[in-house]
């Protein structure tokens, strides 16, 4: 059944932004903050700037160029080449991925609107140090405080898809990101002031190449790129797909990986030398967020205060995030399903409400739910965009969505996108597996 007409981006600008409001999420501040505490800093990052410039910037101007030129959902995007039957599953898994990486990363959203309440009303404010792994525990504990707050949560990223592409989605990330920058960027000149601050950038900062000899490290820079970038999740196919005629597709992938690096190096500044100031381990897993960093703030000057700021900015950026992941469900239910907007936008939202409910529930759930995305989904997710575009779709159609047409540029990009990318995930993909 045919949907309603194809909506459409109003702007370059919106575009850029609504595409780093994808990728500027709880990945960039809690999840990088504790892979890189738990994989060597300084090393870790070296890694993680060659993973993103040489394989997971290829992939993504290939999702773009993907939605580009069939303009459609992640699915339909698929029909475009050879076998469109069987690749059509492959667009399936995609968006399959988006909706149950959907699903608990409401959950985790939900904690930090739970400490962003509990700052603004004081009752985290003294919290004494050594309590915060008790109080975290206790939460979670609760039948049903975690499963209201992922409730919360959805229900705001629901009402702002519904809106649509440019009165939703574009409007939120036109105000979210400018602001997400700012805060940041306040929180990271606080943190540099503090005493014994400058030992968390050196951690961030200078290498420690022993860590290079560790196998593990490759494979957490290569993952947390993807799932930084949003690679593999079908979120860039489906936002491509609502560009205009004659935009440049290079400009805005190179635009958009630039801004998501930087934000990831000013959330680096803002964590690590807290927590080194404090005397604190920085490989606190993915606790960092929700006991090592409160126990920080019970410390510092003011910390009420950047707790605050710090919580508003984990919000804001998950919002931003979950929105480009139900719009990759919504743009399908619309298609195949002849739903409006907001119709499609409301069952989605509720499927992923209740699909991410045992992970608000179970801590181990939420867990095992992100190793199959993260291990399995995005992986496969990924090869399957970068196989489809370089060898399955026609190399003139590639090039022509991505922008590049022709010339040395282009042939790097091809190899990297037939060759490199693809044997890069797969062997992470087989790593992970093992």
């Known amino acids: 059944m045919a949907g309603p007409a194809r909506e459409q981006w109003a702007s370059r600008a919106g575009f850029v932004l609504a595409t780093l409001g994808c990728t500027i999420g709880i990945g960039n501040i ?15 990052l070296l890694v993680y700037l060659v993973c993103v410039l040489a394989i997971a910037l290829p992939v993504m101007l290939a999702e773009f160029a993907l939605g580009s030129r069939t303009r459609s959902d992640v699915v339909a995007a698929f029909s475009s080449g050879r076998f469109p039957r069987a690749w059509r599953l492959a667009g399936a898994g995609l968006a399959l991925g988006s909706f149950l990486i959907l699903s608990y990363y409401s959950v985790v959203a939900g904690w930090a609107c739970k400490y962003l309440a509990g700052y603004a009303t004081g009752e985290f ?11 975290f525990a206790a939460f979670m504990r609760e039948p049903v405080e975690p499963v209201l707050w992922h409730l919360l949560f959805m229900a ?5 898809v519904a809106a649509g592409v440019e009165r939703g989605i574009e409007r939120a990330s036109r105000v979210l990101m ?12 606080y943190s540099l002031a503090l005493p014994g601050g400058g030992k968390g950038l050196a951690f961030l900062f200078a290498p420690d190449w022993s860590a290079l000899a560790r196998p593990q490290l490759y494979l957490a820079a290569l993952g947390q790129a993807f799932f930084s970038l949003g690679i593999g999740m079908g979120v860039m196919v489906t936002y491509a797909g609502y560009v205009r005629e004659g935009w440049q597709m290079p400009r805005a992938a190179l635009l958009t990986v630039v801004g998501d690096t930087l934000f990831v190096l000013a959330a680096g500044i803002a964590v690590f030398p807290a927590v080194f100031a404090f005397g604190l ?5 993915a606790a960092l967020a929700f006991v090592t960093l409160p126990q920080v703030f019970s410390l510092m000057p003011g910390g009420g205060w950047f707790a605050i700021a710090f919580f508003f900015l984990l919000v804001a950026a998950a919002l931003t995030s979950a929105v480009s992941l139900l719009e990759v469900v919504v743009a399908l239910g619309m298609r195949r399903l002849g ?3 907001a119709k499609a936008g409301i069952a989605a939202g509720l499927a992923a409400f209740a699909a991410g409910v045992p992970a608000a529930l179970d801590g181990r759930v939420l867990e095992a739910i992100d190793r199959f995305t993260g291990g399995v989904l995005l992986p496969l997710g990924g090869i399957a965009v970068a196989l489809f575009v370089g060898w399955f779709m026609p190399k003139q159609a590639a090039l022509e969505g991505s922008g590049l047409h022709a010339g040395a540029l282009a042939r790097a990009w091809l190899f990297a996108v037939r060759v490199l990318a693809p044997a890069a995930i ?5 790593t992970q597996l093992a």
């Open 339 to 341: 739903l409006t907007r």
């Open 281 to 285: 381990d920085p490989a606190q897993g």
């Open 30 to 44: 809690w999840r990088f903050a504790y892979v890189a505490g738990e994989n060597g800093g300084g090393a870790f």
């Open 156 to 160: 705001a990223t629901t009402a702002v």
């Open 178 to 189: 400018p602001l997400l920058g700012a805060v940041v960027l306040l929180l990271a000149g």
């Open 426 to 430: 797969a062997l992470m993909f087989a």
């Open 125 to 135: 404010q003294a919290l004494p140090r050594g309590e915060a792994a008790a109080r």
